[in-house]
């Protein structure tokens, strides 16, 4: 009997132990257009075939941004759209990360720059042009990020 209790334990824990979370990373959400930084929680949760990423804003929940990344696609699902990957990569100076893109647009892309260990890197649309990092930057750091997005984004839509 207690083997079988021992054992039936045991499938607990491996069931609970799945789906790996990290949890409350802070992350800081930087705009193109404003000076404001914002401030985020990022949890991340890896689930079948899928890496949930959770941004949630301190204060307002209407600022919260869920992605879901689908592993054997390779493609990410938002509330809204399904961005597809390009073939174009932005590398920082220790990452690569993949240019998703919207296949069908009306009026304008959108483009999310995104790293399945890291997250979210950048948001460029129209009027909505968000980076999301891990540090506190200067404003100078965030223009030059934001013209290194700029221009691998310019290649891609060149070729």
Known sequence: MKSINFYGLLFVFFLVSCGKKEKNISVYKYSLE????????????????????EYKHQIDSLLNIDLKYNLAGNFLISDFDTFSVTKKVYKSKSLAFKIYQIKETNSHNKTLFFNNKYGLLSSIAFDANFLFLKDSISANTKELIFKELFLNLNKLNIE
């Open 34 to 53: 404003r000076d404001s930084i914002k401030k985020f929680s990022l949890n991340i949760i890896k689930k079948q075939g899928f890496i949930n990423f």
